[in-house]
T-cell receptor, first 112, second 114 residues
């Protein structure tokens, strides 16, 4: 699976958009980009995933560059409850199991 | 209405004891997982079960034995607990074992070995 690089921490003002970058320059054509987050003392929570196209759901938007070597998770209107560690994961499609490999993630602090 | 529930939430025990952690999911998923999050906060896969059959077993000591009585349950039994087993253990589930299936996690079991 491709390695990902994320900034260790970021701050965002409440109500503003939070843009979390992720580099995955060695990504293969059949690898998906996943985003999870972990709020303190809770289990990881699935946010969104994509392969090539940009994706949007009720939680966030995922922008994947045309060369697929990087992506950005966008929380359009960050709230204090969005303070968490955000993990970007790339994973090849496989029937041998759905193993997620978590890196260090980005610690997002949403401030009032 | 908890989707993935683990019990107990906290577990404090002595070195050398045997303990079990239970996990149940009510999402109708057929794949379940156990992850370990150590003191440095890195999450690592331990096991993956699909329809009660083991499909992933990462490099985990054989003191750890998962048991899946049915596809809604995946329990983790640990023999001869060691200090290094202190961690937070997360159970997760997904619909199918393919990559395109997001995983849903429980809130973890915090295991402390004295």
């Amino acid at each position: 699976d491709a390695k990902t690089t994320q900034p260790p921490s970021m701050d965002c003002a409440e109500g503003r958009a939070a843009n979390l970058p992720c580099n995955h320059s060695t990504i293969s054509g059949n690898e998906y980009v996943y985003w999870y987050r972990q709020i303190h003392s809770q289990g990881p929570q699935y946010i969104i995933h994509g392969l090539k196209n940009n994706e949007t759901n009720e939680m966030a938007s995922l922008i994947i560059t045309e060369d697929r070597k990087s992506s950005t998770l966008i929380l359009p209107h960050a709230t204090l409850r969005d303070t968490a560690v955000y993990y970007c994961i790339v994973r090849v499609a496989s029937n041998a199991g759905n193993m997620l490999t978590f890196g260090g993630g980005t610690r997002l602090m949403v401030k009032p | 209405d908890t989707a993935v529930s683990q019990t107990p939430k906290y577990l404090v025990t002595q070195m050398g004891n045997d303990k079990s952690i239970k996990c149940e999911q009510n999402l109708g998923h057929d794949t379940m997982y156990w992850y370990k999050q150590d003191s440095k906060k890195f999450l690592k896969i331990m096991f993956s079960y699909n329809n009660k059959e083991l499909i992933i077993n990462e490099t985990v000591p054989n003191r750890f034995s998962p048991k899946s009585p049915d596809k809604a349950h995946l329990n983790l039994h640990i023999n001869s607990l060691e200090l290094g087993d202190s961690a937070v253990y997360f159970c997760a589930s997904s619909q199918g074992s393919g990559t395109n299936q997001p995983q849903h996690f429980g809130d973890g079991t915090r295991l402390s070995i004295l």
